[in-house]
């Protein structure tokens, strides 16, 4: 599909009307700007990295601003940096052209579906088990949270308190979500009841390209958004969202380009229509590794209910053509728990008996 452009399949327009005027017909370059946190460093080991004991992994370290902002040093790390993110927005070097915003991606919380992965092995999972709503006792047809991941999101909101409260980080000022129920419950949960400037309350945006790469497995196919009304008040939805899942497949994967092309269009329509400078967005593994992968991020695997700040510089830039590429595949699965999969060959599926003949 020549100059395929996704928000054609989504049918979504912005969740408002577009803020930053030097961007309109234009492209997004969007890049990670290392030296702010222990993540961007090659380093740091994202395997057992727990935010909660880095600061959410800001360095220590000093700004340009700190000698005009903090004579006396009795700043915070954090409105320190606070300072300086400002500057690079407002300061006279700007020209109107470049935004910088911090984007804090959460991963949500454990849900039904990893415990279930993690019950019956990813064989066995890819290839029978998660394309079925469940097994009698545990769903995951767009599951929710298990005792551990609510666990994870308790964590994240005491957390967040303590930053906000004791270490003068800043408030953020938009949330965006996953529609995923798992998402939307791990957001609702990190925020609930902090002290939050009026002007900048809890009120997340759903946005459907931060969901999961959406593969056959009921995990990732979303509930319907009268359901997620009657469940969470405080959501807020695009324009275009649909009450039904239009954009989950039963037989097809997402292909990897479709990925790539659907994370960088929701970066470049929260730059492009929202003129904050701190943004939460609460999403998923895949998720995240793929939006960070559109900020020239170093790969930074998270485990559930794991939290990255990124600080992201977005230039307005000539377009440039779009590439060919296929949205879906067919996806193979069993019929029965599999023997094993493998990389080669994908399922191993148990040979079905053939019926013995009459005489």
Same mark, same amino acid.
């Given at each position: 599909?020549?100059?395929?452009?996704?928000?054609?399949?989504?049918?979504?327009?912005?969740?408002?009307?577009?803020?930053?005027?030097?961007?309109?017909?234009?492209?997004?370059?969007?890049? =990670?700007? #290392?030296?702010?946190?222990?993540?961007?460093?090659?380093?740091?080991?994202?395997?057992g990295?727990?935010?909660?004991?880095?600061?959410?992994?800001?360095?220590? %370290?000093?700004?340009?601003?700190?000698?005009?902002?903090?004579p006396?040093?009795?700043a915070?790390?954090?409105q320190?940096?606070?300072?300086?993110?400002?500057?690079l927005?407002?300061g006279?070097q700007?020209? /109107?052209?470049?935004?910088?915003?911090?984007?804090?991606?959460?991963?949500?919380?454990?849900?039904?579906h990893?415990?279930?992965?993690?019950f019956?092995? =990813?064989?066995?999972?890819?290839?029978?088990?998660?394309?079925?709503?469940?097994?009698?006792?545990?769903?995951?047809?767009?599951?929710?949270?298990?005792?551990?991941?609510?666990?994870?999101?308790?964590?994240?909101n005491?957390?967040? %308190?303590?930053?906000?409260?004791?270490?003068?980080?800043? !408030?953020?000022?938009?949330?965006?979500?996953?529609?995923?129920?798992?998402?939307?419950?791990t957001?609702?949960? @990190? !925020?609930?009841?902090?002290?939050?400037?009026?002007?900048?309350?809890?009120?997340?945006?759903?946005?459907?390209?931060? %969901?999961?790469?959406?593969?056959?497995h009921?995990?990732?196919?979303?509930?319907?958004? @009268?359901?997620?009304?009657?469940?969470?008040?405080?959501?807020?939805?695009?324009?275009?969202?649909?009450?039904?899942?239009?954009?989950?497949?039963?037989?097809?994967n997402?292909?990897?380009?479709?990925?790539?092309?659907?994370?960088?269009?929701?970066?470049?329509?929260?730059?492009?229509?929202?003129?904050?400078?701190?943004?939460?967005?609460?999403?998923?593994s895949?998720?995240?590794?793929?939006?960070? #992968?559109?900020?020239?991020?170093?790969?930074?695997?998270?485990? @559930? /209910?794991?939290?990255?700040?990124?600080?992201?510089?977005?230039?307005v830039?000539d377009?440039t053509?779009?590439?060919?590429y296929?949205?879906?595949?067919?996806?193979?699965?069993?019929?029965s728990?599999?023997i094993?999969?493998?990389?080669?060959? /994908?399922?191993?599926?148990?040979?079905?008996?053939?019926?013995?003949?009459?005489?």
């Open positions: 599909m020549k100059g395929y452009v996704l928000s054609s399949l989504l049918a979504l327009a912005p969740v408002a009307l577009a803020s930053w005027a030097e961007a309109e017909g234009k492209d997004i370059s969007l890049s =990670t700007v #290392r030296g702010y946190f222990l993540q961007d460093e090659d380093s740091t080991n994202p395997s990295f727990d935010y909660i004991n880095w600061n959410f992994g800001l360095l220590n %370290r000093t700004y340009p601003t700190d000698a005009r902002f903090d006396d040093h009795s915070t790390q954090w320190r940096f606070e300072r300086w993110v400002s500057y927005n407002n006279c700007n020209d /109107g052209k470049t935004r910088f915003k911090v984007l804090v991606l959460g991963r949500h919380g454990e849900g039904w990893n415990a279930a992965e993690s019956y092995g =990813t064989p066995a999972w890819n290839c029978y088990w998660a394309v079925q709503t469940g097994n009698g006792t545990a769903h995951w047809d767009d599951p929710w949270l298990t005792p551990a991941g609510y666990s994870e999101a308790f964590k994240a005491t957390y967040f %308190r303590q930053r906000f409260e004791e270490h003068g980080m800043p !408030f953020f000022d938009s949330y965006y979500t996953s529609p995923l129920s798992r998402c939307t419950v957001a609702n949960v @990190t !925020f609930a009841d902090l002290a939050l400037p009026a002007d900048r309350p809890f009120s997340p945006i759903v946005k459907e390209g931060f %969901r999961e790469g959406m593969t056959v009921t995990c990732n196919h979303r509930s319907n958004a @009268t359901y997620l009304r009657s469940t969470l008040p405080s959501l807020r939805f695009e324009e275009g969202f649909t009450e039904f899942d239009e954009l989950w497949h039963a037989d097809e997402e292909t990897d380009e479709h990925f790539a092309h659907r994370a960088k269009e929701v970066l470049d329509d929260v730059f492009a229509t929202d003129d904050g400078a701190w943004i939460s967005v609460t999403a998923h895949g998720a995240i590794t793929q939006l960070l #992968r559109q900020l020239g991020h170093r790969p930074f695997r998270l485990s @559930t /209910g794991q939290i990255i700040p990124v600080l992201v510089k977005a230039e830039i377009p053509p779009t590439d060919d296929v949205s879906y595949t067919p996806s193979a699965t069993c019929k728990p599999p094993t999969s493998n990389a080669a060959s /994908g399922c191993v599926c148990t040979p079905t008996p053939t019926p013995a003949l009459g005489l």
